[in-house]
């Protein structure tokens, strides 16, 4: 049961065509019960109150109480600023949502599971984020094992909780970050600190309603970083990173290659797009694309596996 917990859905028939006899039987009859669910929760002018989906129907914290605990899976967390992103919203004391609603949901996480703060065009407001984010943060090393996190900027509160989140000793967890982030030295090394070599890296920075001037962005020292990371991966490990950047091509074309690594010259994919290509001498690569937008102009970057010789 323990392991069926610790599995994407997904990859339930391939566990189950592995096994046999009871093993096999035990793994069905939960891959068969399995409820996944999702919960919003909100405060709008003092009034709390949560959202939940499961199976894309709506169920009260109340109902979720009688059904099995095993077989009930949350995969995302998510914060908004108001019901009416909700389809079906139910109110509820403060109290109660915070002493109740959020830590069981955070019991049932599921891995790879996501916390997503998503303000609309008015935003969440600040006393209400770093309320959430201090009860989120008490179980970082708890609930919250694997999973996504993906968190718009509300002062010093949000540079602590990612600094507990990237000091926490779980290594399989995304940073998903935006332009309402200011680009500070402090905010930077918390940065490069998630950049630090392990076996799984997924990092980004989105484009936000609430962009600030001197926004975060992927500058001259985040991508060396990225590169200087990339180059000492094991061929087994997950790297993806990008985001808004600092559109300056020279940045990333004037980074010193490490030790046994090639770059190819940029190319043109159409008007929009340009690539380039970092080669490890064990035939390794590292893609990057740059994608010319008039909204929103970002550069990505792909780790891919060792070609293998026919």
């Given amino acids: ?42 405060c709008e002018d003092g009034e709390w109150g949560y959202a939940t989906y499961m199976c894309g129907q709506e169920i009260s914290y109340e109902d979720l109480l009688a059904l099995d605990r095993r077989f009930v899976r949350c995969t995302s967390i998510d914060v908004c600023n108001e019901p009416d992103t909700c389809d079906f919203p139910f109110p509820c004391s403060k109290e109660k949502l915070f002493n109740q609603v959020i830590p069981f949901f955070i019991q049932r996480s599921s891995p790879f599971s996501g916390i997503q703060f998503l303000p609309n065009i008015h935003g969440i407001e600040m006393e209400h984020a770093r309320m959430y984010l201090k009860s989120l943060r008490s179980y970082i090393d708890l609930g919250l094992r694997e999973t996504m996190l993906k968190l718009s900027y509300y002062g010093q509160e949000s540079e602590d909780f990612v600094a507990a989140w990237v000091d926490s000793n779980h290594c399989n967890r995304s940073v998903i970050l935006d332009t309402s982030w200011p680009q500070t030295q402090a905010i930077e090394d918390l940065v490069l600190k998630y950049l630090r070599r392990k076996n799984y890296i997924n990092f980004f920075i989105f484009c936000s ?102």
């Fill in 1 to 42: 049961m323990d392991v069926m917990k610790n599995i994407w859905p997904y990859t339930y028939e391939e566990l189950l065509n592995g096994l046999t006899g009871r093993w096999k039987a035990a793994a069905g009859r939960y891959a068969e019960n399995t409820l996944f669910l999702s919960i919003t929760i909100y």
């Fill in 209 to 310: 309603t609430s962009e600030i001037e001197g926004h975060l962005k992927m500058n001259a020292k985040l991508l060396e970083a990225t590169l200087d990371t990339w180059s000492k991966l094991d061929n087994d490990s997950f790297f993806t990173v990008g985001g808004a950047w600092s559109k300056d091509v020279e940045d990333l074309l004037s980074i010193p290659l490490p030790p046994n690594v090639t770059r190819e010259e940029p190319t043109m994919d159409g008007e929009k797009v340009s690539t380039i290509e970092w080669t490890k001498e064990d035939g390794a690569t590292l893609q990057c694309k740059i994608v010319w937008d008039i909204c929103y102009d970002f550069i990505s970057f792909t780790r891919s596996s060792i070609a293998v010789d026919e």
